[in-house]
């Protein structure tokens, strides 16, 4: 029986290849992703963040030699540009050669220079330090989540939605009505009416929500 990140992993790779246009890309995605790229995202991604929106596996970018290079992930809500490798360390790895650090050195200057956020995961740290690496990407995505609020919303709703982004962990009523200094049944009649716009989403509890956290 498929574990959920494995149903989930199937079906947001399917969905990458099949509306991906781009042959070259396309053939990098159906031989499949790497090991790294997959442990990462079984132990790092997808237990913190919970779903692949926004997320897309060998992304293709174009380099000032108008050449092409792959990032293992990009991430990409609207028009951001972040960028996620791992970074391997076998044999090769230790090996490297100048040449090749070089060029490495100059792929991350032109991804920076092209405004890219460009976060680099060593793989020994997603096999030795799953939630160090977990709590980085609560932060990578934390630079890329909006702060317009919307004009409709009271004080307390967009500081609801301030704090929720600042921490991106999940969060009960009564912390917010801590944070807020009001009474717990008020934070919750902010809170609900924030998951009711889909602004924000409820980590814990079903009938009664013990607690909520932001949208990623």
């Not at 970018?61 to 991430?75: I, K, M, P, T």
């Not at 956020?117 to 799953?130: G, K, M, N, R």
Request: with cysteine; net charge positive.
């Amino acid at each position: 029986m498929q574990s959920l990140f494995e149903t989930e992993y199937e079906a947001w790779l399917s969905k990458n290849i099949q509306e991906e246009e781009n042959p070259r890309r396309r053939e990098r995605l159906e031989v499949g992703l790497g090991h790294g790229t997959v442990e990462f995202l079984r132990t790092v991604w997808f237990p913190s963040v919970g779903r692949f929106e926004h997320l897309y596996p060998e992304w293709e970018v174009r380099d000032f030699a108008n050449g092409y290079r792959y990032l293992d992930l990009a991430y990409r809500p609207g028009n951001a540009k972040g960028g996620i490798e791992i970074q391997g360390y076998g044999p090769h790895a230790r090996d490297l050669d100048v040449r090749r650090f070089k060029d490495l050195c100059r792929r991350h200057c032109l991804l920076a220079l092209d405004g890219w956020i460009f976060l680099p995961i060593a793989y020994p740290s997603i096999v030795d330090e799953p939630k160090q690496c977990q709590q980085l990407i609560l932060a990578f995505i934390g630079k890329f989540v909006s702060t317009d609020l919307s004009a409709s919303l009271t004080a307390a709703e967009a500081e609801a939605l301030r704090y929720a982004r600042r921490i991106l962990r999940p969060f009960s009523p009564l912390e917010f009505a801590a944070h807020i200094k009001v009474s717990d049944r008020h934070a919750r009649r902010i809170l609900g009416k924030l998951a009711s716009l889909q602004l924000l989403r409820a980590a814990s509890g079903t009938k009664r929500i013990r607690s909520y956290q932001i949208w990623l």
